[in-house]
């Protein structure tokens, strides 16, 4: 079992950053991929970024891609989400969310039905 605990959303301006933590229990975090996605008001949850087992990887949603870095710490057993200038469109709720299993040293995946466990979420709210 995986237990994640997201914290570090808050309010922004538009043009601000944030970062964002989520801190994983559970034996098979250092060899799952880890994804962060996001659900605004009245909207499907979507991917936002997603990074490998070791960190090697990572991928992003063509909306965040240059703006926001997602990085984890294994030794920490917590990932990251650094979000910069960030834009209104951005305010949602942000979930981490990691993998039951191993599936490839370079797997990063951007579908929700990839990913076993998932946290409580964090709310991101930018003003403009």
């Known amino acids: 079992q995986v237990h994640l605990v997201e914290t570090g959303g808050d309010s922004v301006q538009s043009g601000g950053s944030l970062r964002l933590s989520c801190a994983a229990s559970?034996?098979?975090?250092?060899?799952?991929?880890m994804g962060w996605f996001r659900q605004a008001p009245g909207k499907e949850r979507e991917f936002v970024a997603a990074?490998?087992?070791?960190?090697?990887?990572?991928d992003y949603a063509d909306s965040v891609k240059g703006r926001f870095t997602i990085s984890r710490d294994n030794a920490k057993r917590t990932v990251y989400l650094q979000m910069n200038s960030l834009q209104p469109e951005d305010t949602a709720v942000y979930y981490c969310?990691?993998?039951?299993?191993?599936?490839?040293?370079?797997?990063?995946?951007?579908?929700?039905?990839?990913?076993?466990?998932w946290g409580q979420g964090t709310q991101v709210t930018v003003s403009s």
């Open positions: 559970g034996r098979t975090f250092n060899i799952s991929p």
């Open positions: 990074i490998s087992m070791s960190g090697g990887s990572t």
């Open positions: 969310a990691s993998v039951s299993g191993f599936g490839g040293t370079h797997w990063v995946p951007r579908s929700m039905n990839s990913y076993n466990y």
